[in-house]
């Protein structure tokens, strides 16, 4: 019932390997080795980049086809849309071909704690505050015709909640669930693909119960396990410290109650040190949010050579004046159209003088690397596979 085809081929003690060839509404064709990563957007667009741009200049190793839009950067368009009749793809000019996941929040956006209430999920756009329904989800998604979509997170359970409001936030998760699909159970669902949040916040005891009740839920096409509070957003006024030794402990058995053969998906932004660990606890679907996010920052991202068997990575920061006379490269053995065609010198000057350009050669190039990390995680997942 769930619109996805996702096949696991194994499973390590490094991570998963595994194939889609099918994502979402319509059972879109998707060919996509993973571990790998949806194209984070914003307002319908890569952040700094036009889709002629993006066409002509973008070269990634994995096709640009899988994208993630943001309901807080939508939200306000939704009455147009709808009226609209031609979806969210059609309205911001995104390519028809391409496929998109419509996620609650921004990962690297606003998120305050102490709104969301027994019928709603808050979210925040630039107008500020808005509560979402399960019954508006489904309009929402309806009306945007996306190819998939995650579902309510009652997310708000910073580390002192007690066990009193761990519980409503499971309960709420679960109902707000069964409210979005009470019309589905004798249909279908072939407008309604799901990938189902599944919560428990600072709790090893919630997160399992969560996982255990809604893992078996017909409709999901996979499931995002929330770890936002241990991103690198710090909008985000739920955030902790990253901790692998607590992550570890709150994840606990609870994702050996969701299915095999499912998308693991884990929304946010985070370093390769980080997502290569999360791959080792079973993840198999991020978002590109960090790449953005350095870029916004005037970085750029480099891997180690020997990455992921070395994690190390480093940036370059363009807000640093020691790179004003250096013409050189960003990057001397890198292919992509930044680093061929500018140098570390006038990226600085492109940031010391606040010009588009900056961030745009900044989010190619961050791009570029972020897909070739995720290249060489499924190569190394790989070889290490056949010596074992």
């Known amino acids: 019932m ?26 879109s064709a998707l060919d996509r080795a993973t571990p790998s990563y949806m194209i984070y957007t914003r307002a319908g667009h890569i952040p700094h980049m036009t889709w002629d741009t993006v066409g002509s200049k973008l070269t990634l190793k994995q096709k640009v086809e899988l994208f993630q839009i943001t309901l807080p950067s939508h939200y306000e368009s939704v009455e147009v849309i709808k009226e609209f009749g031609k979806g ?47 019954e508006h989800l489904r309009e ?12 309510l997170l009652d997310y708000d359970t910073p580390t002192d909640t007690k066990n009193k409001r761990l519980t409503k936030a499971v309960n709420r998760t679960s109902d707000w669930l069964d409210d979005l699909f009470r019309m589905e159970q004798d249909e279908t669902p072939s407008a309604l693909s799901a990938v189902v949040a599944i919560g428990g916040g600072f709790s090893a005891f919630h997160r399992e119960r969560s996982a255990r009740e809604l893992g078996t839920n017909l409709f999901a096409m996979g499931f995002s396990i929330d770890l936002a509070p241990f991103s690198l957003n710090e909008k985000n006024q739920l955030r902790v410290p990253y ?19 499912k998308l693991r998906l884990c929304e946010g932004s985070f370093t390769p040190a980080q997502i290569m660990f999360l791959i080792s606890l079973g993840f198999d679907m991020f978002d590109s949010s960090y790449a953005t ?60 003088t606040d010009e588009l350009l900056g961030p745009m050669l900044l989010t190619i190039h961050n791009l570029t690397e972020f897909d070739e990390m995720f290249s060489r995680i499924r190569e190394y997942l790989t070889s290490n596979v056949k010596q074992s």
Not at 7 to 22: A, C, F, M, P, S
Not at 96 to 115: E, R
Not at 243 to 261: H, K, N, V
């Open 2 to 27: 769930a619109n996805s085809k996702f096949v696991l081929d194994k499973t390590t003690t490094i991570g998963r390997i595994g194939w889609i060839n099918e994502w979402g509404r319509d059972s």
């Open 88 to 134: 969210l793809k059609a309205f911001c000019g995104i390519p028809g071909d391409k496929i998109v996941h419509l996620s609650i929040l921004d990962p690297i956006g606003t998120c305050y704690t102490g709104y969301n209430d027994t019928k709603s999920e808050a979210i925040w756009t630039k107008s500020g505050r808005r509560s979402i329904i399960p």
């Open 140 to 151: 929402i998604v309806e009306s945007m015709k996306v190819n998939s979509f995650s579902t």
């Open 243 to 261: 901790s692998e030794t607590e992550i570890r402990a709150l994840l606990g058995d609870s994702l050996s109650y969701l299915p095999e053969g």
């Open 293 to 352: 996010m350095l870029a916004e920052e005037g970085k750029a991202l480099r891997l180690a050579s020997d990455f992921p068997a070395n994690l190390q990575f480093a940036t370059l920061d363009f807000t640093d004046k020691t790179f004003e006379e250096d013409f050189t490269p960003l990057f001397e053995d890198c292919q992509c159209y930044t680093c061929k065609n500018y140098t570390k010198g006038y990226l600085r000057h492109l940031h010391n």
